[in-house]
């Protein structure tokens, strides 16, 4: 249990579906992440917040939209997705935007049928 | 741009075999180098390094990192079935005031018992 919890586990979605990823931290840290991991490929950094506040946009489609709540709670909503979008996305949190130390969820197995 | 490049790719050895993970990168203002293990979904934090010559050890496992010729290896010891999994190195690259971290493809280890 590494204090980062990921809901749900496992979705499949149409490409008109909207769904939502849902991240939580136990952990009292201050910034949060989403990755997409695919086959065969580096993890990808999608979004950083840092305090509630979105720091880092990596060139994101607008079919994902983050949201962060407060310092604990991570979403990605999710709509239109295409299939090329399958992946596992996994949140992360750390102290701050400035520690390096990451702490992983479990992550989320997307298909887009 | 800045790009982690980890090899081998895959890794098949026996139990109790001594494998060496090498991970080699290229990124501006270099400020750590980390380790994760990823086995079922979530990555687990091994390592992080900073100065080069120092290694870094807990239990069977060790890495040390060097920053003169831009790489760092992970060692593993009579490894055992549980050490297989997907070993994968990051890279701290600044970004906008902030740090964030660059992976390589990922080592995948198999242990055969």
């Known amino acids: 249990e590494t204090g980062v919890t990921q809901t749900p586990r496992h979705l499949v979605m149409g490409m008109t579906n909207k769904k939502s990823l849902k991240c939580e931290q136990h952990l009292g840290h201050n910034a949060m992440y989403w990755y997409k991991q695919s086959a065969k490929k580096p993890l990808e950094l999608m979004f950083v917040y840092n305090f509630k506040e979105q720091t880092e946009n990596n060139s994101v489609p607008s079919r994902f939209s983050p949201e962060c709540p407060n310092s604990s709670h991570l979403f990605l909503h999710l709509h239109t997705l295409q299939p090329e979008d399958s992946a596992l996305y996994l949140c992360a949190s750390s102290q701050d935007r400035l520690e390096n130390i990451q702490y992983f969820g479990a992550g989320t197995r997307l298909s887009v049928l | 741009e800045d790009k982690v490049v980890q090899s081998p790719l895959s890794l098949v050895v026996h139990e109790g075999d001594t494998v060496t993970l090498n991970c080699s990168y290229e990124?501006?203002?270099?400020?750590?180098l980390l380790w994760y293990k990823q086995e079922k979904k979530a990555p687990t934090f091994l390592f992080m390094l900073?100065?080069?010559?120092i290694e870094k050890k807990s239990g069977r496992l060790s890495s040390i990192l060097d920053k003169k010729e831009l790489f760092s290896i992970l060692n593993i010891t009579a490894t055992q079935t549980g050490d297989s999994a997907i070993y994968l190195c990051a890279v701290e690259a600044p970004i906008q005031g902030a740090q964030k971290l660059v992976f390589g493809q990922g080592t995948r280890l198999t242990i055969n018992p």
């Open positions: 990124v501006t203002n270099f400020r750590s």
């Open positions: 900073t100065s080069s010559g």
